[in-house]
């Protein structure tokens, strides 16, 4: 159960690679435009956004190479399960990150899809800048130092 307060949030599917790959210099809160056999798909927690990203065509945001499996009760209804979904964002942070993207040369990742406390589909976007391998491993080293420090911690006391 959540703390009161919290924003009650479902996670659907994760990017955890995301953070490894690539520095977030800021995230975002989009919506999703979807079909109700993906949304029933979604609630049933089979998605995955591992290696999509999104990208601008036509002055709209839109999410490629995200997987929704067909939902099995829809049969001749169901949807295409790597089809282009739409994102919903205000203007203003669209047209922020179209700049950031044409001008930084900066990627637009996906971290997460998760249902809000409304009840509606939601996915977190990063504004990203991919790692070098240099900073991976130092990203792994922090990684292995902090694991390596807490069993220590553990087994000490």
């Not at 036509?58 to 499996?69: A, H, R």
């Not at 409304?118 to 990203?139: C, I, P, V």
């Amino acid at each position: 159960m959540a703390k009161p307060g919290t924003p009650a949030r479902k996670i659907v599917a994760e990017n955890r690679k995301a953070r490894f790959n690539y520095e977030i210099v800021d995230t975002f809160e989009a919506g999703l435009v979807l079909t109700g056999t993906e949304v029933k798909s979604l609630r049933e927690g089979k998605a995955n956004i591992a290696e999509s990203y999104a990208t601008e065509e036509g002055g709209e945001l839109w999410l490629i190479n995200s997987y929704v499996p067909e939902y099995l009760q829809a049969n001749r209804f169901n949807h295409e399960t790597r089809r282009r979904r739409k994102l919903l964002l205000h203007r203003k942070e669209v047209d922020r990150l179209f700049a950031s993207v044409n001008r930084e040369g900066m990627t637009l990742v996906p971290l997460k899809v998760y249902f809000n406390d409304q009840g509606r589909a939601k996915l977190e976007l990063a504004l990203a800048r991919g790692k070098k391998l240099h900073d991976k491993r130092e990203t792994q080293k922090q990684r292995d130092w902090q694991r390596q420090k807490s069993r220590l911690l553990r087994d000490h006391s």
